[in-house]
């Protein structure tokens, strides 16, 4: 004799989903990371922190550039030097992107939601490409809007030439990839320490404390130290973009050199957190 419960469990064993069944892919991954860097208040934050740098900084020292009597202003801004005016707050904006670049990772270590992520896609590399390319492509996009927008105010706020395509390129487009690699160094530096306030500190330490300790490297002995410490830090390969310094252009890195070291260094800080990934536990 056939029970109610065996009419129906049979026909629930022979079911057939009409949802097509496939295997996921780093397109899936790149979705569901651009749903998750989207939706978060840090996101917001820490970009929006940045634009607002990069612009009103940008746009305050052409004002007060443009304040000046007519024979300072012609010195100090010559046709080489306009677009210098957004290292300031490009400068400063490398603080926010390092947070974030921090955060697209660790936070989800602190939350507890890497293990939910992992469940969802056991790839791990899968995983952190899809976080890398998702958090690249944000920051070099709004990092280089924000800097050909700052720098379209400061020359008509100023009234002097139009750049050639080089200084544009470098002091938009350059700019804007060294600011994602230097992101993408700060989410592997994460993936390593997985601690959003240590990570954070590290990086900052990376960005300033090479400066100051040059500043306090007087004596001879330590003169190759101290010039290696300023014409390789994150500063001073920021100045080159915008041909700040012909001191340090001669000496140190030049041209579109500083992508190639920081494109270094993040591939090797990033092989260093796949490794973590792969083989630590959530």
């Known amino acids: ?18 949802i097509p069944v496939r295997r996921a892919h780093l397109g899936d991954a790149l979705a569901s990371e651009w749903t998750k860097i989207r939706s978060v208040r840090s996101t917001l934050w820490t970009l929006g922190v940045m634009i607002v740098l990069i612009l009103g900084v940008g746009v305050l020292a052409a004002l007060i550039v443009a304040a000046q009597p007519d024979p300072v202003m012609s010195e100090s801004v010559n046709s080489d030097s306009v677009l210098s005016l957004g290292f300031f707050g490009v400068m400063l904006g490398s603080i926010p992107v390092i947070t974030l670049g921090v955060l697209t990772l660790t936070s989800e270590y602190g939350t507890g939601m890497i293990r939910t992520t992992l469940t969802a896609c056991p790839s791990r590399v899968r995983v952190l490409a899809a976080k890398s390319i998702v958090f690249f492509l944000l920051v070099f996009v709004i990092t280089t809007a924000s800097t050909a927008v ?8 100023l009234d002097t030439r139009t750049p050639d395509v080089g ?48 500043i306090f490297m007087y004596t001879r002995a330590l003169s190759g130290v101290r010039e290696a410490l300023l014409y390789y830090s994150i500063p001073s390969q920021l100045m080159v973009f915008y041909d700040i310094g012909s001191g340090l252009a001669t000496a140190g890195p030049n041209g579109w050199d500083p992508l190639w070291i920081m494109l270094g260094l993040a591939a090797v800080a990033m092989v260093g957190a796949f490794f973590v990934l792969d083989k630590g536990d959530v």
């Open 1 to 18: 004799m056939t029970t109610p419960y065996q009419q129906q469990a049979a026909p629930l064993g022979g079911y057939t989903s009409p």
């Open 150 to 157: 700052a720098s379209v105010a400061q020359i008509t706020i």
């Open 167 to 214: 200084e544009w390129l470098r002091a938009t487009a350059g700019v804007g990839v060294y600011m994602a690699l230097l992101g993408l160094l700060s989410l592997a530096v994460g993936g390593l320490i997985r601690h959003s306030a240590g990570a954070i500190t590290v990086m900052v330490g990376v960005l300033l404390l090479p400066v100051v300790l040059s």
